[in-house]
């Protein structure tokens, strides 16, 4: 075959390679353009080779023996997951990788607080595979994406308010919330109030004013919360077991047609939801 075919040859397809005998560096070249892969048919390539074979396909690492760091570094830019084939990477190789994959740190054995940071930053989940995190990287994970913090034992309040800001979801993995993160869980969403057992006041004063319709979630709402929610919308006491007078009162008072809804109304009550009718 002559150059000129083999060289039509691996442009079309990099592993026809694999047939030609004694390629020349040429290509050698044109093939992994083509196809990266086509690398493990080929003997004891030189750098520049190597370098044209992970930057088309940065896991073709795999098929080298002892690359240099600047071919490292261009299989791990290309791919965080070549690092996986690579033993002892450098920590530059190592922060490369996880800023493209932030999940690549999966495959490093004890990586640098620097390293661990750059992936969180990447990858927020990828905290699961980090033993021990410093408050600083599990701060960092949860703000990249909140849920996170279903990896983490013992989170700080800080780390759990900066979760469920980024992401109220995030309320569903913590046990024995404080007030404050509750309450920054339901300012962001006050559907996070399902999650909640036994809210304080405040917090369900704060899913309320979101909307009268989170007190379908609460049990046993105070009345004060009662009076929260008929206030803005008289009809939702159809959702209250025993209003008092006083929120049925409230709820007349901002739509007579609650009155359908309250069992064994008042006199003053009828009088008032004839009023607003």
């Known amino acids: 075959m002559i150059k000129q075919e083999q060289l039509a040859a691996v442009q079309e397809n990099g592993w026809a390679i694999y047939y030609i005998q004694n390629p020349s560096e040429a290509i050698q070249l044109a ?14 390539p030189s750098e520049a080779i190597q370098l044209a074979a992970v930057q088309k396909s940065g896991q073709a690492i795999r098929y080298l023996k002892n690359p240099s760091e600047a071919v490292q570094l261009a299989a791990v830019q290309k791919s965080g997951q070549a690092i996986r084939y690579l033993k002892n990477p450098s920590e530059a190789v190592q922060l490369a990788a996880v800023q493209e994959d932030g999940s ?10 620097a ?36 990896y983490l034992k013992n989170p700080s309040e800080a780390v759990q308010l900066a979760a469920v800001q980024e992401e109220w ?18 300012q962001e969403e006050w559907l996070a109030i399902q999650f909640l057992k036994n809210p304080s006041e405040a917090v369900q004063l704060a899913a309320v004013q979101q909307t009268v319709y989170a007190i379908y979630h609460i049990k046993n709402p105070s009345e004060a919360v009662q009076l929260a929610a008929v206030q803005q919308d008289g009809l939702v006491i159809r959702y209250l077991k025993n209003p008092s007078e006083a929120v049925q009162l409230a709820a007349v008072q901002q739509n007579g047609s609650a009155i359908k809804y309250i069992e064994n109304p008042s006199d003053t009550v009828r009088t008032w939801a004839a009023l607003f009718q």
């Open 104 to 113: 690549a740190i999966a495959y490093l054995k004890n990586p640098s607080e």
């Open 169 to 186: 979801l995030a309320i569903q993995f913590l046990k024995n919330p404080s007030e404050a993160v509750q309450l920054a869980a339901v």
């Open 115 to 150: 390293v661990q940071l750059a992936a969180v930053q990447k990858y927020g989940l990828a905290i699961e595979w980090i033993k021990n995190p410093t408050e600083a990287i599990q701060l960092a994970a949860v703000q990249e994406d909140g849920s996170a913090i279903a």
């Open 31 to 44: 093939a992994v353009q083509q196809d990266g892969w086509a690398i493990r048919y080929i003997k004891n």
